[in-house]
């Protein structure tokens, strides 16, 4: 789609789905590439694996992707999204069955799997004097050669491009590494003593110990090459999430439609609907596309896209949105829009581009390693031209240069990030909080703003009876036993709330007579001999039956509070008014006081009026200019982009799928569990108990685990850091730069570990 801004040319927006990186540094090198061109303005994000490209009139999509690829990756134009299959035959009030591609082959997973299996002998056999056999060191190399060559090819792929374009990553570490160990093996057993019969591996951490010739690194090449694949594969793993949040809008939608067609009804694909078709939409069906009522009345239930729990009332000539829910009557509808002209593909649309917006996050490691890795050759490059100069013995030192590389070889960074989220997602799973990935974790150090959608998450998003006013020689169960057997016979949201309060309180309700619904005012009937009317005050007007003074100013305050008003009248006097309303969690108070004692500003949003939003925002210890009330679904993105741009780092806790975009905007997503997948597809944490109370648990246990990453990279680097000067000097041979590398893993593991002790307040 083109845009002119003034004189300036037109420019194009392209999205290019981009292959081959491996890290937050990858997408930063060809970010820059990209930028570096005429008239292109490029984000590059590593965690959707997108590139967003705005480009003038002298620049060709075909440009952009050579661009990409001379530096080394793949780009392509990401293929349109199918439309969804049709369902076999739902049954109404069944929502059609949700259909998923099948999990595909997961070639990191596989290449860890077979690595893992042949280098676990490896290590056993090698730091396990008792069970070298003899020749044992024959099969050892036989196992090590397909973990490196095969199980570390992306290392040394990556490793590879990066050299040819005069980068270096952590890649380039974990190549030269694990490649200098086997090398130096493969001449021990070749050309040293490491191959004769008999020859058995003793590991010791005395300086100079072992004949060089006859020392294996199998065990650490091996091991290294695992370990890093576990990270990386622990990584894919969470970032193959990122778009699930546009295929669970996709999926909220009907897959297919009953179309009116010379009087009868054919169930067809919502993909072959066209503007102008008329479709019928029964009760508890979903709405197929955007349309307008033809025929018919009903409460559309649409809590799904605009998260608000009041269901409208639509007649002849209303707008309904596609994806909504038919709560009552039935209902022709003529098809307005369809496609991704639709409020729902809209919707999926702001997603895309809220995610794809987001800047990449640099991964930690990655960081360092732009000046570690450099460092670390240029160091074991100069210590052996140092020691061959010094001694002339090629062997003292290569020993000494391999010993560089391996004790700064990064075994514990490929557990520091892993093992940490491992344990503290774990924990926070048995606490009902999921934590997507490391990506989000930096972020929630910087929060200092908390939106909190109101419906489903602030409140039950359900309605409820919250008071009963009655007239004078009226009493509470009385009125409530008559106006819930009558609405026991409606199936309005709102009726629902009577008659279930009703029946909670008062047990088994009265049978009712002469049922009559009419739309859009209440219902009628006769209910143990009484004629009784429930609806609003004017439905009982039209009936002569006028509200008292108490009764009407009941009506007033329920109004002025945001709440729905229900009249109850009998033989021919009002006598009720039954307050119903959308009720605050128990919990919400505690968990906003428990945000604020993070830090963090809590603000309320939703899409209901000032009334409602005061009121709720009043009981949970919100303040009054922190309310944002009638706000749009798509205006929702808009306020926590409005919070950003005044300088605030913003999360976001939702549950519906009007929430979807915005939990995709903001810095930070929380998505009650309790909501609908888009919201929990399109968040970083999951609140699966839908308790506020978890949102705080969720930043705290969020900002612990990201404080144990960092403590584990600081002491992964810190131990091979503090070794490297002896293994230069030629104090310490390899075997004990295993040693310590093996030291640190083991010390990053147990910090990790420490998380299980984490408790919710």
């Known amino acids: 789609m083109s845009t002119t801004q003034g004189i300036a040319p037109a420019t194009e927006r392209v999205e290019l789905s981009i292959g081959g990186m491996t890290c937050a540094s990858c997408a930063a090198r060809i970010e820059k590439k990209l930028n570096r061109m005429d008239g292109v303005e490029a984000t590059v994000n590593f965690a959707t694996e997108r590139a967003r490209v705005d480009f003038g009139p002298a620049v060709s999509v075909a440009d952009l992707i050579a661009t990409v690829e001379r530096t080394g990756y793949t780009a392509e134009l990401p293929p349109p999204p199918l439309p969804p299959e049709p369902a076999a035959h739902p049954a109404p009030g069944q929502a059609a069955a949700t259909e998923r591609p099948a999990a595909g082959p997961d070639p990191l997973r596989d290449r860890l799997l077979v690595s893992a299996a042949l280098a676990v002998p490896v290590v056993l056999l090698s730091m396990v004097p008792a069970l070298q056999f003899d020749n044992w060191q024959w099969l050892a190399f036989a196992l090590t050669g397909p973990v490196v060559v095969h199980g570390g090819l992306p290392f040394h792929r990556a490793a590879w491009t990066n050299l040819r374009h005069g980068a270096a990553t952590m890649d380039t570490l974990v190549s030269l590494g694990t490649l200098a160990a086997f090398g130096w093996s493969v001449w021990a057993l070749f050309l040293g003593h490491a191959g004769m019969p008999g020859m058995r591996h003793g590991f010791t951490l005395a300086v100079g110990g072992e004949d060089a010739s006859s020392t294996l ?24 999430r990122a778009g699930a949040a546009l295929h669970a809008l996709l999926d909220l939608g009907a897959k297919d439609v009953a179309v009116l067609r010379d009087g009868h009804e054919v169930r067809l694909p919502v993909s072959l609907l066209t503007v102008g078709t008329r479709f019928v939409v ?33 007649t002849a000539g209303d707008p309904v949105t596609g994806a909504t829910v038919n709560a009552g009557g039935r209902l022709v509808v003529e098809a307005t829009r369809i496609g991704a002209d639709t409020q729902l593909a809209r919707m999926a649309r702001l997603v895309e581009e809220a995610q794809n917006g987001k800047a990449a996050a640099q991964r930690l490691a990655d960081r360092i390693s732009a000046v570690f890795v450099p460092v670390v050759v240029l160091i074991a490059l100069t210590t052996l031209v140092a020691h061959l100069l010094a001694t002339g013995s090629p062997t003292g030192a290569f020993t000494a ?82 106006a819930g057997a009558l609405e026991h016979a409606s ?76 009249a109850v009248g009998w033989d021919g006097a009002a006598r009720a008014v039954l307050e119903i309303a959308d009720t605050v969690k128990p919990t919400s108070a505690a968990a906003v006081a428990e945000l604020r004692a993070l830090g963090l500003r809590p603000v309320l949003l939703t899409g209901d009026n000032r009334a409602v939003a005061a009121s709720v925002a009043a009981e949970v210890g919100i303040a009054p200019q922190d309310v944002l009330a009638e706000v749009l679904p798509e205006q929702k993105v808009a306020e926590v982009r409005r919070l950003q741009a005044q300088g605030h780092s913003v999360a976001m806790v939702g549950d519906g799928v009007n929430d979807a975009a915005a939990l995709a905007q903001a810095d930070l997503g929380l998505a009650m569990g309790t909501g609908t997948d888009a919201a929990i597809e399109a968040g970083d944490l999951t609140l699966v108990r839908g308790d506020l109370r978890s949102a705080a648990d969720a930043i705290r246990l969020a900002r612990r685990t990201l404080a144990t990453i960092k403590g584990n990279l600081f002491w992964a680097f810190a131990y091979n850091v503090a070794a490297i000067p002896l293994a230069a000097a030629g104090l310490l041979n390899p075997v004990v730069a295993a040693a310590t590398m093996a030291f640190s893993s083991v010390f990053v593991v147990t910090n990790s570990l420490r998380l299980r002790n984490f408790r919710a307040s």
């Open 491 to 566: 199936e309005h949201p709102i009726a629902a709330a009577v008659a279930g309060a009703a029946a909670e309180r008062l047990g088994a309700l009265p049978a009712v007579d002469g049922f009559e619904n009419t739309p859009g005012l209440g219902v009628r009937g006769h209910v143990d001999g009484h004629a009784v009317l429930v609806g609003r005050p004017a439905l009982l007007a039209d009936h002569g039956h006028l509200l008292p003074p108490a009764l009407a100013e009941a009506v007033r305050a329920a109004e002025a509070a945001g709440r729905t008003a229900v």
């Open 401 to 482: 240069a391999v010993a560089v590389l391996i004790i700064a070889c990064p075994c514990a960074l490929g557990l520091a990030t892993p093992t940490a989220l491992m344990v503290g997602t774990g924990r926070g799973a048995q606490l009902g909080i999921l934590i997507k990935g490391p990506e989000v974790l930096e972020t929630t150090r910087r929060v200092d703003t908390v939106v909190l959608d109101k419906t489903g998450t602030v409140t039950t998003g359900r309605m409820s009876l919250v008071a009963v006013h009655t007239a004078d020689g009226t009493g509470e169960a009385e009125a409530l036993r008559l």
């Open 282 to 314: 029964r009760p508890g069906e979903k709405i197929a596309t955007d349309g307008t009522v033809v025929e018919g009345s009903s409460a559309v239930d649409a809590s799904m896209l605009t998260g608000e729990s009041v269901p409208l009332e639509v």
């Open 217 to 240: 690194y199998l065990e650490t090449a091996a091991a290294v090459t695992v370990l890093i694949l576990l990270g990386r594969w622990l990584e894919a793993r969470s970032r193959r």
